[in-house]
């Protein structure tokens, strides 16, 4: 089966590749030039079925199944914050290192060395049929310090519910079994072996 990824982020690319072995997984770009998706909703849920109709009418192909992934981080010391404006906490144009600092320095400004956080992802399927989400979250503990360079994105100072060490520093096989985008991905796939 063929799916098209629409997301810009290697990291989700490469998680889902990883986790959607037995599927051909392409990242939209190989179909056409990526563009800018306006994403305004105000849930995960909203960004990711916004994304995934956005993908499914520009690649104009009817045979077609396309896969978006919103996800974010919400800090329970920040009133749930970045939450789905985890991409652009440092701003517009912030890269996953701008906004990881942000968050540290978020943190210190509460004067908290470490919050009770969690990770969501919404996973949108759009077919020319029909349109699905699905969600999974990750429960764990976000630190003021950075740590290991492994994952993406603010993994460096989350550590898992369970785990004494930042998803940075834990195998990539740790984070493919037990994070928020792995469990929506289970359950995308029962959506998916209907199809
Ligand atoms: P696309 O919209 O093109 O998919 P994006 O990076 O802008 O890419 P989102 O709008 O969903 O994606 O923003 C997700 C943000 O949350 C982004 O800053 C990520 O770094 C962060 N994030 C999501 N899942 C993560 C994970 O598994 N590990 C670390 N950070 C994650």
């Known amino acids: 089966m063929k799916l098209v990824l629409a997301t810009s982020n290697k990291g989700k690319v490469r998680e889902i590749q990883q986790f959607y072995k037995d ?3 392409i990242p939209y770009s190989e179909f056409i030039d990526e563009f800018e998706i306006i994403e305004d909703g105000i849930t995960f849920k909203d960004n990711a079925l916004i ?3 956005a993908v499914f009418n520009a690649i104009k192909m009817d045979n077609i199944i396309v896969l978006a992934d919103d996800s974010g981080i919400s800090v329970d010391v920040l009133g749930g914050e970045p939450g789905i404006y985890s991409a652009r906490y440092a701003g517009k144009d912030a890269n996953d ?3 990881l ?3 540290v320095q978020s943190l210190e400004l509460h004067n908290v060395t470490n919050s009770k956080a969690y990770y969501t992802a919404a996973i949108a399927i759009v077919t020319k049929e029909s349109e699905f989400c699905v969600h999974g979250w990750m429960y764990g503990t976000v630190l003021n310090e950075v740590k290991g360079d492994g994952g993406f994105g603010y993994d460096p100072i989350f550590v898992p519910e369970g785990y004494d060490k930042t998803l940075g520093e834990l195998n990539n096989e740790i984070k493919q079994k037990i994070s928020h985008r792995a469990k929506a991905l289970s359950l995308a796939k029962v959506i998916l072996q209907t199809l």
Do not use: I
Request: proline share 0%; aromatic share 16%.
């Open 23 to 25: 599927y051909e997984v």
């Open 101 to 103: 600092y942000k968050l």
């Open 97 to 99: 290192k701008d906004n």
């Open 51 to 53: 994304k995934a109709r």
